[in-house]
């Protein structure tokens, strides 16, 4: 009779676990998120000028946060899938900002982008980053 009390102990300490891991992947895939809507604002405003900017800074925390989040769904995920899934990810990521400001479908997409990126306030996450 001692072995039942034991033994729900273990499930649910187990369920535990899994929601503690579910729930730092959220918090890694939130933060790509941030870094992927700040890389493109980031390149947008810098379409044709080719001026240094940060897009491949911002984008390099992005993955890195990425395959973190990854790694706690699956752990046992190569390389060659997350590297697939994140390329995914970014562009589907993109899609839905490019859709959700009619701003950026005009000729002052720079001027939109760089509004958008102040809002989302990316220069306080660079800051935070550096």
Known sequence: MKIKPLILALVFASSVSQATNYDIANKYSEKAKVYVTCAFYE?????????????????????????KSMHEYEPDTNREELLIDFASFTSAQQA??????PGLNTNAVKQEAGRL????????LLDAIE
């Open 117 to 124: 990126y102040n809002k989302a306030n990316c220069p306080l």
């Open 96 to 101: 839905l900002l490019w859709d959700a400001d």
């Open 43 to 67: 390149g947008l405003q810098h379409l044709s000028d080719f001026k240094e900017n940060n897009e491949h800074k911002l984008m390099k925390y992005a993955a890195e946060n990425y395959i």
